[in-house]
């Protein structure tokens, strides 16, 4: 059970770059993935969680779709 | 509180058709709404559900993200 949340900004238009984030998880990761979410924020907010813990924020992180793969990766079943 | 779920066949390939109803809600009801989430699914599955009731099903309901959008409208807060 490997639940993804993705956390963005909708005044800050920030739908399509969570939108591409998602993709990219469920495009590599398909079934091994339970869910993804996107939820809905402000405030400049964009940010990963995986089953709770954050593992990417845009206020301290590069924004590298690869990166944010590679730090989901070991929280996926195989 | 308004929570949508978007369950759809990995294997079928309806990821693109579950993203491009998450991307239509969104669009749409922005804030008014917390989560849109995709959760993986298989056996044909591409299903709709609000505050956990199923509101559209592919196997008995056109494909049409605006009937979609409007059968969502009555649980979104103003």
């Known amino acids: 059970m490997t639940d ?3 956390e963005y900004c909708v005044p800050c238009g920030f739908l ?3 939108e591409e984030i998602q993709h990219h998880l469920l495009q590599q990761f398909g079934q091994r993935l339970d869910r993804v979410a ?3 924020g402000d405030h400049g907010v964009l940010t990963v969680s995986v089953d709770g813990e954050r593992i990417w ?3 301290e992180d590069e924004y590298d779709p690869d990166l944010i793969l590679r730090r989901v990766r ?3 079943g195989t």
Chains 1, 2 share one sequence.
Request: aromatic residues 0%.
């Open 74 to 76: 070991p929280h996926v």
């Open 57 to 59: 924020d845009k206020s």
């Open 38 to 40: 996107l939820v809905t």
């Open 16 to 18: 399509g770059r969570a």
């Open 4 to 6: 993804v949340e993705i």
